[in-house]
């Protein structure tokens, strides 16, 4: 169950929201190959003070990539391209404003 989360201090109207949320998810899809129904796309605004990049506010954009540990790092690294250049053709951010961090986690499973 992959989690995009996004974290922005720009404004999204709606039409980009939906647009970003399906082209990361067809990234996601595409290169660990997920299905649609499982993959999660956050999107949090944040305020203008929000963000900071070496002390000062910044307008760079955070994308959190939860998925599964123990992939191997050149699918983990495609993946992180692929998200943020989703980000930048739908909301044109220039790329070196896109930090992507995957973050491994552990299956999780309810026990009966």
Known sequence: MPIMVCETAQRL??????????SITDAVHDVIGSDLNLISVVLHELGQDQIWLAGKPSQDVLILCYIRGGRPMALKTEL???VSAA?????GTPEDAIEVAEIGRASCRERV
């Open 80 to 82: 992180a391209l692929r």
């Open 13 to 22: 109207d709606t039409k980009q929201r939906a647009a970003i949320a399906k």
């Open 87 to 91: 980000w930048h053709e739908v909301i």
